[in-house]
């Protein structure tokens, strides 16, 4: 056993000699060690721990975070691209003043009136959301798009009591792997076949005789995304959610919510369920820290009784006049059901949900509008700066802030390309050629409201030099 | 009992704040954004650029509002949040004191601002502290290998299903060996998730001593059985000692042994979840190792499991060669990923800090106090009228956490566990945890004294307990009729499961209520 720290440590209040000692004779308890007898002596630790010596001191914590963390450069150091997943939008301050407040930051769970104002951040954020996507039905997030997508498959097989979802040939890999985990492997009895549909890599946009000739009434669900992951708006969504719904199945929609101030809502195209992710809506990147994701649907039973999420509902209080905020279909989670809960919940990104709230409501729906037509000129501004640049090419029209640039007339592969970009202190596009061999040395580029003429430039400069090497 | 503390005058912040989407007037604006300026006007606009049929057709209903507006408003909304403002002894979910330097560091672009697929040599920090948070863990557990991308406990249970199916698949099992094993004491979030990943689940009752029986173990175990998912000590304060046992059935089974430590304050430096013979194990960075709650997340469910499953594991991984850190994503048999990315980084970040602020010293020094302030409060709290304790007849010392029942209190007085949760935040201390389901004693309740709390607020908490068993004895109506010195009355749950009335968004609320 180690020694008792001399010094009370700062988080704790009774580490010291006269604390230990009063609690251990007013409890009866005659040493530290006797506490611990419920333990048998042969599972006890075979040697103490060895841990690198502790920094008590704040100064000294702090000073060894910065030593070490100062060794990533980030994308306020360089300027970049990278999208794909996570995306480098603005966060206003009053988000992250809200998020940082001390009642929101540490709360646990407390009871519906005595943390009715979290509470009713939970719900504002939900209601917001609803709007922005024209739905009635929104849950409490998850931890990613990748998961929402997940689940939002999980609750139409459910639903169709059929096992097979239709998805892009394009999609993040790492979505896809999240999607097809929640999707089961093959030897699983509730397995959800995962089969996908073709995507014109001319176009960018969904292959509607592919989608037709694997629409089956096996088909659980059809899973699109608006923007598609090429980053090009799809123009046939209305015309695949038909043909979902001839065919029995559900139409899942993974959307970009920065998009819906200027791109219509999924529902208006036939959505039955929209999922996507909440990080572009005031939440900072933090290395994929900063993920969430929601999902949302028409507020019917048949959706409402498949949600694994917490869902927060305005209801009254013994007060005249007055509501508060409450769990709704608390029985069906896995708190309440255990395994025969949908799916399972638990901490999740709740925090979250307050920060985006703030974002929706600092930007109204005429910053959305402003928002999503800033993000539109600037990538498509970018776009055009790329496409004179020999062995350049923008491979797509129609899209929204990710588009997919060519290299393969540069002669370069993109990790080449990328490279010389980043001692040029520019993050190139992610790198598609790995994932998608036949789009041949591609990257996604993302361009947000962040980007300045100047960063374009810097750019289009760096990518000129390189390819001209 | 009467209270040897004086009560203090308590009354939370009332603000009558109304809904965001009441608030506002057309025209406002809290962002705005530099649309059409400079070069940028020459791309075009929304009509030119987007497909003419996918362009929104009408503005979303948000409200309109300025600035400070919005600030205030969510200022409000803080203030009426009790959390963990008072004492918060909330148990299962291991209360801890959230370092606020921490939260300074990992609010600095160089973790705010990582892109997650930046070029590996641009992240060397943030992979370092992951290395070397890696290095902690198995020291903690015995284990080989760890990995942070489970964004919360119940996601690294879920982690350990995928596992499991990767490596019965490997070996061509999977079909055959397709049963968990876990105890009714379990998180719900064992059984949960592995059904959700596709196992049947057989869950063991408790017996008089406060666990489940070896023979009932035993009778479980067949050539389907895939894996045990077991706590201990259980949320009731009650350690297994029969555990390495258990572990040696289910092996001798063919199956795989997790630790789910979500109650690891109680044992942290004290056992090694290896060396007990587990295959894997979580640890979970949002309770243990002092990151904030945040009301549920972002949270991280750390996963780690001996090198025979290591390459299961969902990737990527980081590994370190001559000072370099390299993210490592080649096992051709992992489960592929349970969430995007590395997980939350920043949260590994601030566990890393913690844990290095206390050090191996200070670790110890947390798990002691953990278990004498349980046992302090413990005899305190059953001298309270009304309070009795689970499986009362066992005489050892309890771990972290007791289990409570105010089923006496209940009967006496009619007196609900809710009523008294309600009643409690009247003081400014946050309400008890009660237990997960199903209820194995009547009325629960399970606080967790944890090492953050002050003996005063230990005591202070204990006072209000016995103030309010107090008044359930003299005047139960004023319990029953509690709060009465919240931002808000007493919610009335009747409407929250009616189809007709549930509304979990303002523009379903506006059509099912009519306003």
Redesign the interface.
């Known amino acids: ?5 001399v010094r009370a ?1 700062p ?5 010291n000699r006269a ?2 000692d ?3 004779s ?4 005659k040493s ?1 060690e ?7 002596a ?5 040697a ?9 001191s ?1 100064v000294s ?2 000073r ?3 030593e ?11 300027v ?1 691209f ?1 999208g ?3 995306w ?1 939008h603005y966060v ?1 301050a ?1 988000c ?3 998020m ?19 509470n ?5 954020f ?7 996507l ?7 997030p998850v ?5 929402a997508a997940g689940h939002a498959i ?1 609750m139409a097989s459910r639903m169709t009591e059929r096992f097979e979802v239709l998805v892009p040939r394009y999609m ?1 890999p ?2 896809r ?2 999607i ?3 999707c ?2 093959e ?5 959800i076949r995962v089969v996908e549909f073709g995507v014109d890599p001319d176009t960018g946009c969904a292959d509607l005789a592919d989608i037709k000739d694997k629409l089956s009434d096996r088909t659980a669900a059809i899973y699109l995304e608006n923007p598609g992951f090429l980053g090009v ?3 046939n ?2 015309a695949i959610g038909d043909l979902a719904h001839q065919a029995g199945a559900e139409l899942i929609v993974g959307v970009d919510p920065v998009s ?6 999924p529902s ?1 195209y036939g959505a039955d369920i929209v999922v996507g992710s909440i990080q572009p809506l005031g939440i ?9 994701g929601f999902i949302a649907s028409r ?1 019917e ?1 048949r959706y ?1 009784r498949e949600y694994p999420t ?10 005249e006049g ?10 069906q989670c ?8 949908k ?10 949900a ?1 920060g985006s ?2 974002y ?15 993000i ?3 990538a ?2 970018c776009a ?1 700066q790329l496409a004179e640049i020999p062995g350049v090419e923008v491979s797509h029209s ?1 899209w ?1 802030k990710e588009f997919t640039v060519n290299f393969d007339g540069s002669g370069k592969s993109v990790s080449a390309i ?2 010389g970009l ?1 001692r040029r202190g520019v ?1 190139g596009g ?1 790198d598609l050629s790995g994932a998608f061999p036949e789009l041949g040395e591609s990257a996604l580029y993302c361009v947000t ?1 962040m980007h300045t ?1 100047d960063d374009i430039q810097h750019l289009a400069t760096a990518l000129k030099e390189v390819c001209a090497q | 009992m009467t209270t040897s503390t004086k009560m203090r005058r308590y009354q939370a912040p009332v603000w009558d704040e109304p809904v965001i989407m009441e608030t506002g007037a057309p025209g406002r604006r809290g962002q705005l954004f530099p649309a059409g300026e400079g070069a940028f006007a020459s791309a075009g606009t929304t009509e030119s650029l987007v497909p003419k049929g996918m362009q929104r057709k009408s503005a979303p209903a948000l409200p309109e509002n300025s600035e400070p507006d919005v600030l205030r408003h969510y200022l409000h909304l803080s203030q009426e949040t009790l959390g963990m403002m008072g004492v918060n002894l909330f148990g299962t979910c291991t209360m801890k004191y959230n370092p606020r330097v921490s939260e300074k560091i990992t609010a600095r672009p160089y973790v705010a601002d990582i892109h997650p697929d930046q070029h590996e040599d641009t992240m060397q920090g943030a992979l370092e502290v992951i290395h070397r948070f890696d290095a902690i863990m198995r020291e903690l557990s015995g284990m080989d290998q760890f990995v942070f991308q489970a964004a919360g406990g119940a996601d690294a249970a879920y982690t350990q299903a995928c596992v499991t199916r990767a490596y019965f698949a490997a070996k061509g099992e999977l079909s055959q060996r397709n049963q968990i094993i876990t105890s009714i004491q379990s998180h719900p979030c064992n059984p949960a998730t592995a059904a959700a990943a596709g196992f049947e689940v057989i869950t063991l009752p408790l017996e008089e001593d406060g666990y489940p029986s070896l023979d009932a173990l035993k009778a479980a175990v067949s050539d389907r059985t895939a894996a045990l998912m077991i706590n201990n000590p259980d949320d009731m304060g009650v350690y297994n000692p029969e555990i390495k046992e258990w572990v040696r059935v289910v092996h001798e089974a063919g199956g795989l042994c997790f630790y789910d430590h979500a109650n690891f304050n109680g044992v942290m430096g004290k056992i090694r979840a290896r060396e007990l013979g587990f295959d894997a194990c979580m640890f979970m960075l949002h309770k243990t190792f002092g990151v904030p709650k945040g009301g549920g997340g972002p949270a991280v469910g750390a996963y780690g499991c001996t090198a025979e499953l290591a390459p299961f594991m969902p990737g990527p991984l980081v590994t370190e060669k001559d000072g370099h850190y390299s993210l490592d994503d080649s096992s051709d048999v992992s489960t592929g990923r349970v969430r995007e990315y590395l997980g939350n980084v920043h949260q590994v970040i601030k566990a890393y800090a913690w844990t290095r602020a206390m050090g191996a010293e200070g670790l110890d020094e947390a798990c002691n106090i953990s278990v004498l302030l349980n046992n302090y409060m413990e005899k305190r709290l059953l001298k309270i009228r009304g309070v009795t304790r689970s499986h009362p007849e066992g005489e050892a010392w309890r771990m972290e956490m007791t289990r409570y029942s105010l089923g006496k209190l209940f009967e006496d007085t009619g007196v609900t566990v809710f009523d008294v949760q309600n009643r409690m935040v009247d003081f400014g201390v946050d309400a008890f945890w009660l237990s997960h389901e199903p209820w194995v004693v009547p009325e629960p309740f399970t606080p967790e004294a944890g090492e953050m709390w002050s003996k005063e607020d230990i005591d202070y908490w204990i006072d209000v307990l016995a103030q309010i068993s107090d008044e359930a004895y003299s005047d139960p109506e004023k319990v029953k009729s509690a709060p009465h010195n919240q931002a808000k009355a007493k919610l009335k749950g009747e409407t929250l499961d009616d189809p007709e009335r549930w509304a979990t968004t303002w523009r379903a609320y506006k059509r099912k209520w009519g306003v």
């Open positions: 056993m180690t020694n008792r720290p440590h988080y704790m209040p009774n580490s604390a230990h009063e609690l251990m007013e409890t009866g308890v530290m006797s506490l611990f007898q419920q333990i048998p042969d599972h006890r630790i075979s103490s721990i060895d841990l690198p010596p502790a920094l008590t704040e914590l702090s060894h975070m910065h070490i963390l100062s060794k990533n450069v980030s994308c306020e150091d360089a970049s990278l794909g997943g996570c480098r206003p009053v992250e003043e809200v940082g407040r001390s009642e929101f930051l540490t709360s646990v769970w407390g009871t519906p009136s005595s943390d009715v104002g979290r009713q951040a939970w719900f504002e939900q209601s917001q959301l609803g709007e922005l024209a739905l009635d039905m929104v849950g409490l931890y990613s798009w990748g998961c999980r993040s790492e979505r792997s999240v097809e985990n929640y089961e492997p030897e699983m009895p509730s397995a708006i799809e123009q969504a209305a819906l101030g200027v791109l219509a809502p208006d900072r990147m933090y290395c994929g820290g900063g993920l969430g507020d039973e409402a917490l869902m927060i509902s305005i209801a009254e209080t013994e007060r007055e509501v508060a905020f409450g769990n709704s279909l608390f029985a896995s708190y309440g059901s255990r395994e025969e809960g799916d399972w919940t638990g901490n999740s990104v709740y925090l979250w307050i709230a703030v929706m409501s600092l930007l109204g729906p005429e910053g959305f509008r402003e928002l999503g037509e800033t539109l000129q600037r498509h501004y055009a129609g929204f990328n490279e980043r993050f992610l409201e003429e």
